[in-house]
């Protein structure tokens, strides 16, 4: 008993609450959002470590998704109250922990939010600089507007096809000066084209990839952005209409656009019939159908900083499972 009292008068190590902050964050970064919420409440120390942002730089809800019914009328999806509340939940827990430390928030497609949750995540991360957007569905003009508002440092911007683009790029070039990079998911039509090139004249990244590109909006781009750097048109199902006002598909870029698309520092293009994606775009006509492909199909790009990658630790499959409704 007297050896292990002397030993243990000896032992010179810190206890739990006092060890480095740097240290507890190295640990803490390993759990999910699941297990950091009981950490974060043990005292100050672990809560202050629980918000560092190299916890929270990326806040990955990609496996996060909606249980929902399509529907006639508009907004054209019903979707499940519990559902809503499991997202409302979960909104909470992240910002109550991050403390306005995320960067980069990224969602699923087939999440569909409402105005209520995008005004909650726009007030508590003040400081996101890329945003990887969720359906629009029940998203309102007013609310992505004044999202918008609110996140002045926003550099990059992941969206689905909108029926009328030029208030959201409107509002991306009074609000968010150091906006560059863009990527559309569905439609881009010379209407967007125009809206991009109008508002967002110093864009130095754009990418289609996988989407309906008519001709004369690839040409608006080609021609218009003087600042373009990169551009991915990889997969995209490019068509022009034709004097008899059917649709031709074009395989081939002309001479012309390829050219102009020489001058970029990257030009990243397949419209190949041997291409695993491209025959997907012409079975699916140009809308692809994402829920038909691979869970990561959706999350690929040719451009590095585009370019989800794997699923965060903070939101991964077990989490999801966690916080899942029955």
Known sequence: QDLIIMGESKWMGKRWEEMDTDVLVKIFKELNLVELSPVSQVCRLWRLACSDPLIWGTLDFGLLKSNFIQTRASPYIWVDDRSDKRLAKILRVAMAISRGNVNCMI?????YMKDEHLHYISQRSPNLKRL???AWNRISRAGICQAIE???E???LTMPTIGHPPYIMEGLANSCKNFKELKIMGSFDLLFASAVTT???KLK???LRCSKVTMGALQCVLNSLEHLEVLNISHCLLFEMATNGRRQVIHELDNKALERASRLREFHHCQSRQCVACQRMMLDEGILRWYRYEDWFWRRDEVRSLDLKDYGRL??????MLTSVD
């Not at 939101?315 to 999801?320: D, L, M, R, S, V």
């Open 107 to 111: 969602f699923h497609y087939n999440l």
């Open 154 to 156: 926003l550099e990059s």
């Open 132 to 134: 990887v957007m969720p």
């Open 205 to 207: 990244v754009l990418s």
């Open 150 to 152: 609110r996140w002045g």
């Open 199 to 201: 508002y967002l004249p």
């Open 315 to 320: 939101f991964g499959a077990q989490c999801e």
